[in-house]
């Protein structure tokens, strides 16, 4: 099994041992995930696994991201279930726009993603990406053709952040998610937004959002970008809380490359 808990060596082939086994089913407003410039006012029939190939010592779905199978309750949707539980939940509350693969990390099971998400967008539903966007390029030039909106973590600008998150790792970590996001971005039939939790000490520094957002202009200036509060979660609940005030004054700095940036968990 690897590091990530889902993916695992069968007969010489790295296989996705999670496949269709979801821990998460909720119906979602697409601003939870979040996605504020998408089909704003709808819902999503989000749902998630086990496992990630981050350890971000702040992770906030760790009951779910950084345990395996043996460690959480599943059950098993193939992806024909999933989209008519999506087609009947959007009967029954048509602000249902389609299903959205989040919660922890989707991209390990990517080939769930990618059979739900063409089976989906036959049946006339959308598909959204909640991910930490560290995936091989192969992966995201695979699924970017279906998925129609999508949030990509970028939690951080240096290859010493990505090394908290991803020891041994880090420089290529964090390539990996600015190719997904430039993937992404390039990408005319997905809506993009992205995400950097602020954690004190770490990443809060108006040059590091400076530069994020300086970045992301370069690829889209239309990119919406979310700087979002830290609460103190898993193996890092030495630090308080982000202060408000930090939050809003790094959305200014982000404002002067950006137009579209918003505030979260504050």
């Known amino acids: 099994?690897?590091?990530c808990h889902a993916r695992v060596n069968h007969g010489g082939k790295v296989v996705s041992e999670n496949y269709g086994r979801l821990t998460s089913i909720a119906l979602d407003p697409i601003e939870k995930k979040p996605i504020a410039r998408w089909e704003p006012g709808t819902?999503?029939?989000s749902v998630g696994s086990y496992g990630c190939n981050l350890t971000c010592p702040f992770c906030q779905?760790?009951?779910?991201?950084?345990?395996s199978a043996r460690e959480v309750p599943w059950r098993e949707v193939a992806p024909r279930e999933l989209v008519a539980l999506a087609l009947d939940t959007q009967r029954r509350d048509p602000r249902c726009r389609g299903i959205s693969y989040t919660y922890n990390e989707p991209l390990v099971s990517w080939e769930y993603v990618r059979d739900c998400a063409r089976l989906a967008h036959d049946a006339g539903l959308a598909n959204?990406?909640?991910s930490n966007g560290c995936a091989a390029p192969e992966v995201t030039t695979n699924l970017a053709p279906w998925i129609d909106a999508a949030n990509i973590?970028?939690?951080?600008?240096?290859?010493?952040?990505y090394e908290m998150c991803a020891p041994g790792m880090g420089a290529k970590a964090l390539e990996a998610v600015k190719q997904t996001i430039a993937t992404l971005a390039a990408t005319r039939t997905c809506h993009l937004e992205v995400t950097t939790l602020v954690v004190p000490g770490t990443n809060d520094t108006p040059e590091d959002i400076a530069a994020i957002a300086a970045w992301l202009a370069s690829l889209d200036a239309d990119i919406t970008y979310h700087v979002t509060r830290f609460f103190p979660r898993w193996h890092m609940q030495d630090r308080e809380p982000t202060p408000v005030r930090t939050v809003y004054q790094l959305a200014n700095v982000a404002r002067e490359h950006l137009p579209h940036v918003l505030v979260g968990n504050c």
């Not at 779905?61 to 345990?67: D, S």
């Open 1 to 3: 099994m690897g590091a």
């Open 61 to 67: 779905n760790h009951a779910i991201a950084q345990v």
């Open 43 to 45: 819902m999503v029939l």
């Open 128 to 130: 959204v990406l909640v």
């Open 153 to 161: 973590d970028l939690k951080g600008f240096s290859a010493g952040f």
